[in-house]
């Protein structure tokens, strides 16, 4: 399985941008999808996290009503879209997919084993 995630750039406080992560693979629609962050200096942050039918989502308090994650089976793609970006969601944006088919929503990085390369989000202020 490869996880190639896109979508990242620089934006001005406020602004909006919309990351993709597209997974290889046939088995995509049955493994939970999430996406993580690391900015300089910290330690792997969890995001968002989409079920495999796409029916439920979770996220990291500090990004509720701002960023909205969500799935095109279809197209072996899940998507966050990041709105009201601030500067301290400055990081590298990482998509990962769940260990477990099936499996129920998580924010440890544990319960992941597949991992995209990262896509760099930087905004200013």
């Known amino acids: 399985v490869q996880l190639q995630a896109s979508g990242g750039g620089l934006v001005q406080a406020g602004g909006s941008l919309r990351l993709s992560c597209a997974a290889s693979?046939?088995?995509?629609?049955?493994?939970?999808m999430g996406w993580f962050r690391q900015a300089p200096g910290k330690e792997r942050e969890f995001v968002a996290a989409?079920?495999?039918?796409?029916?439920?989502?979770y996220y990291v308090d500090s990004v509720k009503g701002r960023f909205g994650i969500s799935r095109d089976n279809a197209k072996n793609t899940v998507y966050l879209q990041m709105n009201s970006l601030k500067p301290e969601d400055t990081a590298v944006y990482y998509c990962?997919?769940?260990?477990?088919?099936?499996?129920?929503?998580?924010?440890?990085?544990?319960?992941?084993?597949?991992w995209g390369q990262g896509t760099q989000v930087t905004v200013s202020s």
């Open positions: 989409i079920s495999w039918s796409g029916g439920s989502t």
């Open positions: 990962a997919r769940q260990v477990r088919m099936y499996g129920a929503l998580d924010r440890g990085a544990d319960y992941y084993d597949y």
């Open positions: 693979g046939r088995t995509f629609s049955r493994y939970a």
